[in-house]
């Protein structure tokens, strides 16, 4: 049984679509066989000033990864880097046992939109 919270994000979904201007992209997942995710955000003055996503999955997916984008717009570099499955799951309340896996997808993917914009960040000091 899914929560009204997660029906609201499933059929109402924030953040969704592409930021033009990210300095940070991570994606998970294969389109081919399953849940797909891409986060973009956009980095100011450490803190993560815009979050947005593409998903290709199951309302599960598309509802938590909603969710994740509201917990990580506004946080510091660190702050998002430390958002887990577990603070999804607290946010979007109850997910049926065998769709609790995808409250893990949005979190890994921003950690690697994190990460690849700490390495652009560092080539472009490097350089």
Known sequence: MYTNNLLDHFTNPRNAGIISDANGIGTIGDPDCGDFIRIY???RNDRLEDVSFEVCGCP?????????TELARGKTINEAMAIDEND???AIGE???????????????LKQAILY???NKKSSENS
């Open 41 to 43: 955000i956009r980095v």
């Open 117 to 119: 914009y700490l390495q």
């Open 88 to 90: 999804v799951l607290k």
């Open 95 to 109: 997910l049926p046992q065998a769709k609790v896996h995808c409250s893990n997808l949005g979190p890994a993917a």
């Open 60 to 68: 599960a997916a598309i509802a938590t990864t909603s969710i994740l």
